[in-house]
């Protein structure tokens, strides 16, 4: 959830970060109004949200790990094979929840 719980206060930084300003603040809104913990707002958030992720990770599976000055950098393009099938079945998965 991205969220601190430890105080008085609830800190949602981390879950609008990921998921848009104001995110948590209409999803709590929609869990007041509803009552229900998986609304259909909160749903489609987190379903773009993974679209747009799964989409960002495709964009990168050709960045290939390079080493210098000492440093490896690796990237997503070595595991290009098996990420590819993993991010389009999830894709599909995706598509298919919202129908």
């Known amino acids: 959830m991205k969220v601190d719980l430890s105080g008085e206060e ?3 930084w981390g879950y609008d ?12 809104n929609s ?7 998986d609304s259909d707002l909160v749903r489609k958030v987190h379903t ?5 992720s799964a989409r960002d990770v495709k964009s990168h599976l050709v960045d290939k ?6 440093i ?3 990237r997503l393009g070595d595991f ?5 099938r993993k991010v389009d079945e999830s894709l599909r998965r995706l598509r298919e929840s919202e129908q």
């Open 31 to 37: 869990l007041k109004l509803t009552k229900q913990i």
């Open 17 to 28: 970060k990921d998921n848009g300003q104001g995110a948590a603040t209409r999803a709590i």
């Open 48 to 52: 773009s949200n993974a679209r747009d």
């Open 10 to 12: 609830l800190n949602v």
């Open 80 to 84: 290009a094979e098996t990420l590819n």
């Open 65 to 70: 790990t390079t080493y210098k000055n000492g």
């Open 72 to 74: 490896m950098h690796l």
